[in-house]
């Protein structure tokens, strides 16, 4: 079906950055929305930011104004790029997406593996 493969995560200092991608692959027909969330140890997953394919975002509000993300239609491909990172954002971070598989206007939601995230003091 769809495959969702997340790449640069890693570790780095406080105030350092970093920049996700997230590859869609398989039978897609279109992709309605694409976006990140994260979790940490025993905490609940939740959303970071969001893009959708009108360009409309939106960002959970703990990492407004220092992460951006954005997207490559053509390659199935959204990024996430952080800024001044804490040690707060310490997580796995997740690709999701919402994607239409077929002429039928069913949509569905795919998941990737995670990718970690790990910020130093």
């Not at 200092?13 to 309605?32: D, P, T, V, W, Y």
Request: proline share 2%; aromatic share 10%; glycine share 10%.
């Amino acid at each position: 079906q769809v495959q969702l493969v997340e790449s640069g995560g890693g570790l780095v200092q406080a105030g350092g950055s970093l920049r996700l991608s997230c590859a869609a692959s398989g039978k897609i027909f279109s992709i309605n929305a694409m976006g990140w969330y994260r979790q940490a140890p025993g905490k609940q997953r939740e959303l970071v930011a969001q893009i959708t394919n009108g360009d409309n975002t939106n960002y959970a509000d703990s990492v407004k104004d220092r992460f951006t993300i954005s997207r490559d239609n053509a390659k199935n491909t959204v990024y996430l790029q952080m800024n001044n990172l804490k040690p707060e954002d310490t997580a796995v971070f997740y690709c999701h997406a919402n994607i239409r598989t077929s002429w039928y206007p069913e949509q569905n939601d795919f998941w990737g593996q995670g990718t970690q995230v790990t910020v130093s003091s």
